[in-house]
């Protein structure tokens, strides 16, 4: 039972162009969301996150919009750059602190 | 300043064999949590340790595995008579004390293997 799904497994995006990430739940629960980015060999960096009483959390290049209606949410960066590159996980949680992953997407920024 | 640490960062192992995973969590982080990333797959949570409460061990497969944290601090996750299945990666991650700690700050992990 996947209760947090990035349907995407593979993305590749040109340089400077806005790069789009997907992500799906289940768990009307959840109340916190987070992005993660994870290169080869080392462990997942926090990226952003968001509350469940926002829609919109921005941070540099760096912005995620929840829509809780549709129990959806994404992160977008813009502009792209190659050190981009990475795996991104999407994680949720339902007040306690445990995070439910998703798959994660590779993201590929091509020069 | 110093982050999460994990050791070994690999381990190969024959089947039916115990292993020990070892975490140190930075310093006065109050939470601790052990998830595992088998191949092309999610990060699966383990088991989590907030304080001196009793641990959360809900994610644990199976009774082959467990866990301890010493003194608040260092975790030790042990898999006995390890298995082909349990070939992953092991990350370890820790939150600073606070109502709204649910960024976790992970270790490089342990990468597993099981012949």
């Known amino acids: 039972d996947q209760q947090v799904k990035q349907n995407s497994p593979s993305l590749s995006v040109q340089e400077g162009r806005i790069s789009i990430l997907n992500c799906d739940y289940t768990n009307s629960m959840f109340d916190y969301f987070l992005w993660y980015k994870k290169y080869p060999a080392e462990g997942p960096t926090f990226l952003i996150s968001i509350s469940s009483i926002k829609d919109k959390n921005e941070d540099g290049r760096f912005t995620v919009f929840l829509n809780k209606s549709a129990k959806h949410l994404s992160l977008h960066i813009v502009p792209s750059q190659p050190g981009d590159s990475a795996v991104y996980f999407c994680?949720?949680?339902?007040?306690?602190?445990?995070?439910?992953f998703g798959q994660g997407t590779r993201l590929t920024i091509n020069p | 300043g110093a982050g999460v640490s994990q050791s070994p960062s690999n381990k190969v192992t024959e089947k039916g064999k115990d292993v020990e995973l070892r975490c140190d969590p930075i310093?006065?982080?109050?939470?601790l949590y052990w998830y595992r990333q088998s191949l092309g797959q999610g990060l699966e949570f383990l088991i989590y340790?907030?304080?001196?409460?009793?641990?959360?061990k809900s994610g644990l497969p199976s009774d082959r595995f467990s866990a301890e944290r010493t003194g608040g601090s260092v975790s030790t996750l042990t898999i006995q008579r390890t298995q082909q299945e349990d070939s992953a990666v092991y990350l370890c991650a820790s939150s600073p004390p606070g109502p709204l700690n649910n960024e976790q700050f992970f270790g490089p992990g342990t990468r597993l293997t099981v012949l």
């Open positions: 340790f907030q304080g001196n409460s009793a641990p959360d």
């Open positions: 310093s006065g982080h109050t939470a």
């Open positions: 994680a949720a949680s339902a007040g306690a602190q445990k995070l439910v």
